[in-house]
Each structure stands twice: as C-alpha cells, then as structure tokens.
C-alpha cells in the first residue's frame, strides 16, 4: 500500500517522514521522498527557550494549579534554566521535554513533595549521562559496522577485535593457538 500510494504525486496524500537514523530507510523508501529537510540538535539558545518551556509546562503551571499542586522550593528559576541549557549540549528537544517529565515525577516522589534545586540537577546530570551513553553505543554500532569479517567488544579504555573462525586461515593449527594469547597485539 504505501509504494502503490507513494508511486506518483497526490494533492490527496502526503507522509512525513521524522528519524535520526535516515540512513537506515529502505532505497524505496528514500527514493519516494521529495523534500529532506535536517533538524540539527538545539544550539544553547534553543536548549535555554526549552528548558524554560518545559520548566513552565511540567513544573510551574501544575505548581499553580490543579489538584495536586506541585510544590517548588524557592530558587532562581531564569538562573537554573540558563545553567541547565549550558550542560545539556548534545541533548534533543525531546529528551529536554522528558526531563520536564522526571522534574514533575521527583517532586511528586519525594518525601516532602517539594522539588528542589539539588533533585532537578540530579536529573540533568542523569539525562546527560544517559545521553554520552547513547552516543557512546552509537560510536560503538558505527565501529562495528565498519570492521570487515570481525565484530568489537569495547570498554571505556579499551576495544577487542574477534574474527570469526571462518576468518582463520587453514594453514594455521587453531587448536594449538589461543586467540588470546597475550603475546599478541591488541589494537586500541
């Protein structure tokens, strides 16, 4: 259905497309796109204007209504935005807006059902944090991706190549040979 629909041009049908991984779409698929249009990640003015939509939408207004306020301890709230839009370089919009979303769940969860400064850092140390992680998996994939006839296991320090046993030579007596041997080097 979707390449019979995609086939030709229709003032009936359009389809947008949003991902992070394009490169990733079937040639059909990316065959029928007319226009790409790319959405880098927010710079620190943007990351700054969504920290303060998303502190107004998740952490103000419901402190200001509703029936169960949300109650906020007393801080600079222009102040704390602006240091958290420094912090969360390399974040998207979205995973600012669902740091909105555990600001609103730390207050509601804790003892007091105060949200303070120090729990609303907490969770912008965490999201970024799970973000370098993210990033560091993907550098991982990317890597595995460009290694011929092998996979890599990587640490923090350091990255392991394997071969698969396909990839040894006949020649060699794999049974007398320990790939791990230590005298052998270990690329970095």
Same mark, same amino acid.
């Given at each position: 259905?979707?390449l019979?629909r995609?086939g030709?041009?229709?003032?009936?049908?359009m389809?947008? @497309?949003a991902?992070?991984?394009?490169e990733?779409?079937d040639w059909?698929?990316?065959?029928?796109?007319d226009?790409m249009?790319e959405?880098? @990640?927010?710079?620190?003015?943007e990351?700054?204007? @969504?920290v303060?939509?998303?502190?107004?939408?998740f952490v103000?207004? +419901?402190?200001?209504?509703g #029936?169960r306020?949300? #109650?906020v301890a007393q801080?600079?709230y &222009?102040?704390?935005?602006s240091?958290?839009? #420094?912090?969360?370089d &390399?974040?998207? &919009?979205?995973?600012?807006? #669902?740091?909105g979303?555990?600001?609103?769940?730390?207050a509601?969860a804790?003892?007091?059902g105060?949200?303070t400064?120090a729990m609303i850092m907490?969770?912008v140390?965490?999201?970024?944090k799970q973000n370098?992680?993210?990033?560091?998996?993907?550098t991982?994939?990317e890597?595995?991706k460009?290694?011929?006839g092998?996979?890599s296991v990587?640490?923090s320090?350091?990255t392991?190549y394997?071969l698969p +046993?396909s990839a040894i030579?006949s020649?060699?007596?794999?049974s007398s040979?320990?790939?791990?041997d230590?005298?052998? +080097?270990v690329?970095?």
């Open positions: 259905a979707f019979y995609t030709e041009q229709s003032s009936k049908f389809l947008v @497309l991902s992070n991984t394009p990733q779409f059909a698929v990316s065959d029928r796109v226009e249009v959405f880098q @990640l927010p710079g620190l003015e990351r700054e204007r @969504l303060r939509l998303y502190f107004d939408k103000l207004q +419901p402190a200001a209504e #029936k306020r949300l #109650k801080f600079d &222009g102040e704390l935005c240091e958290i839009a #420094k912090v969360t &390399g974040l998207s &919009g979205r995973e600012i807006a #669902k740091l979303v555990t600001w609103q769940a730390a509601y804790s003892d007091d105060v949200l400064r907490d969770r140390q965490d999201a970024v370098r992680q993210k990033q560091e998996w993907q991982e994939e890597h595995r460009r290694t011929p092998g996979f990587s640490s320090k350091t392991a394997a +046993p030579s020649s060699t007596n794999s040979r320990d790939v791990r230590s005298s052998s +080097p690329p970095s």
